[in-house]
């Protein structure tokens, strides 16, 4: 309880959020969702005597001896009567995730102190559906009323998970509210993992004040990324140069990168072209750190800035960079910040880099990600590319992705890519279609002229279904070459299946010699893979030569 009694005031408008600590961070997510957006709440000041007498506030902040959890007993008629108790029972009966999340974050609106106390008390009794978000903000309201309580209730909750989670309410809910009484209280607390807690809490609104003095504070304490995004906004939003140059001697490297991308970030939205210029030169090392790591983040975060208000300039300033290793990483780490907010950015992007399996696997991701939300704009991008290695490089991907909604328009797009890519497609489209429909793809690869380039990808996707009328079906339909190449695919995957010894009757028909015996093979290491024991017994008799047999013996013995 504080030792003066806060001046009366009529409203007060506070704006915080209330963040978890990193490892509790799932289990809170909710609760931080719902308080994104901040929340007004109604503040009278309350006087000594109408506080209740039955909570006990320890007069020593840093006293060594144990905390005890207060006690919190007799419930306040007015929740009885419907209040508190009426906004659970409100809050049980509401489903939908985003208006939950409403509800949980104004649960503690008006709640006077002694509402508050008795609202705990009974969370306590309960058994409740998100009670610890609930209490973080019933803390964050108690900490507006009466912070040296509502902080002392924290500290005596379990250490492993609530004490630290509840702190952090308190403290950021304290400092918006009053700063330098939340800084007083923080001083006053014991030495330890609590008070480390409370300075961390308490950093983010500092910075907007005095940011320096915040980071000598806390410079050594656990910052979450949130925490850093906060932090490191406030201070760039007003000295950019100053916080680049502090976020740089930050000792974790993963938070440093961080900082360095929110402070590129908010310098490129008040100075883009010093922002360009400081993000190209590298930051000193921090102390103790000899080798130099450039880091792309910051240039990306200020292209990112710049995509926003002139994407064309954006994109063409890129282009013109030198080629290089500094280039391919700001472009990889541009597709990789864009991909979920801006796919088509983060394609043409990627479009940029090097030619090469890094080019093209990113290439293939991002556009797959982006048909999950615009298939229409994807592949209009797609399929005006000029560069046709592009288009036969994500063409097929866009087709097999169509292929799970759309078969026959899959086919159809898949026809008009043409070349190689188009044999690529349809063997994608028919493992998709097989496994839904396998007598339909079945009949649509007999009726086509270049029927053996497919063949083995319907036998191979059927045989996991049925292998029987799969095993049939090749038999009736293919000859040759083709029916080899079916039968060995069918024999693979029916190897690793439960009754791996099915697969025998697929190699009996396979002509080339060498192919059965490469198909044995195969047989034999997903069955020692799978079933080792019965798979050993089966080695010793199959028709494998002696020098194979060893071999995949040892092989499975290891």
Request: aromatic letters at 6%; one cysteine or more.
């Amino acid at each position: 309880m504080s030792s003066t009694s806060e001046p009366r005031c009529e409203t007060i408008a506070v704006h915080f959020r209330v963040k978890p600590l990193p490892k509790f961070g799932a289990a809170l997510a909710l609760f931080a969702a719902g308080l994104i957006g901040g929340f007004v709440v109604r503040s009278t000041g309350t006087s000594e005597r109408q506080r209740d007498s039955s909570v006990a506030i320890s007069e020593k902040q840093n006293s060594e001896a144990p905390l005890k959890r207060t006690a919190i007993t007799g419930a306040h008629p007015a929740i009885a009567s419907g209040n508190f108790a009426e906004r659970l029972r409100a809050l049980a009966k509401t489903g939908n995730r985003l208006k939950r999340a409403r509800a949980i974050a104004g649960i503690a609106d008006e709640l006077d102190s002694r509402q508050v106390r008795d609202a705990l008390a009974d969370l306590d009794r309960r058994s409740v559906r998100d009670a610890d978000e609930i209490r973080l903000q019933l803390l964050a309201r108690w900490a507006q009323l009466e912070p040296d309580a509502a902080l002392q209730y924290a500290q005596a909750l379990p250490s492993g998970f609530e004490a630290p989670s509840a702190i952090e309410a308190v403290i950021r809910s304290w400092a918006a509210h009053n700063l330098k009484a939340a800084e007083a209280g923080v001083a006053r607390m014991a030495e330890g993992s609590a008070k480390k807690t409370a300075h961390a809490a308490l950093a983010p609104a500092l910075s907007e004040v005095d940011p320096r003095r915040a980071f000598a504070a806390v410079r050594e304490l656990p910052f979450s990324s949130s925490d850093i995004d906060l932090f490191f906004q406030n201070w760039a939003e007003n000295d950019p140069l100053a916080a680049s140059a502090h976020a740089a001697q930050l000792p974790d490297s993963r938070l440093r990168s961080f900082a360095l991308r929110y402070v590129a970030q908010k310098w490129a939205e008040v100075d883009r072209e010093a922002a360009l210029a400081w993000a190209q030169t590298p930051p000193p090392n921090p102390p103790g750190v000899t080798i130099q790591v450039r880091d792309p983040g910051p240039l990306a975060a200020v292209i990112r800035s710049w995509l926003k208000t002139d994407a064309s300039d954006a994109m063409a300033w890129v282009e013109q960079l030198p080629e290089g290793a500094e280039k391919t990483d700001v472009l990889a780490a541009l597709t990789r910040s864009l991909s979920d907010e801006e796919p088509r950015h983060a394609v043409e992007f990627a479009a940029m880099m090097p030619e090469g399996k890094a080019q093209d696997s990113a290439l293939r991701n991002l556009i797959a990600g982006w048909s999950q939300k615009d298939f229409a704009g994807a592949l209009e991008w797609a399929q005006h590319q000029p560069d046709e290695e592009v288009r036969q490089l994500l063409l097929p991907t866009l087709a097999g992705d169509l292929a799970w909604r759309d078969t026959a328009a899959a086919v159809e797009l898949a026809l008009e890519i043409g070349g190689d890519g188009s044999t690529r497609a349809i063997s994608s489209i028919l493992q998709i279609w097989t496994r839904r429909e396998p007598a339909a793809a079945a009949q649509w690869v007999r009726m086509q002229p270049d029927r053996a380039k497919h063949s083995a990808s319907v036998a191979e996707m059927w045989a996991e279904k049925d292998a029987n009328s799969a095993l049939r079906w090749v038999n009736e339909t293919t000859i040759g070459d083709e029916r080899d190449e079916a039968l060995s695919r069918g024999a693979n995957m029916v190897a690793q299946t439960e009754q791996p010894r099915r697969a025998e009757k697929w190699i009996e028909g396979i002509a080339s010699a060498e192919r059965r015996a490469k198909a044995y093979q195969t047989v034999a290491f997903w069955w020692l893979r799978n079933q080792p024991k019965s798979a050993r017994e089966w080695i010793k008799t199959a028709p494998l030569s002696a020098q194979a047999k060893s071999a995949l013996l040892k092989e499975g013995g290891r």
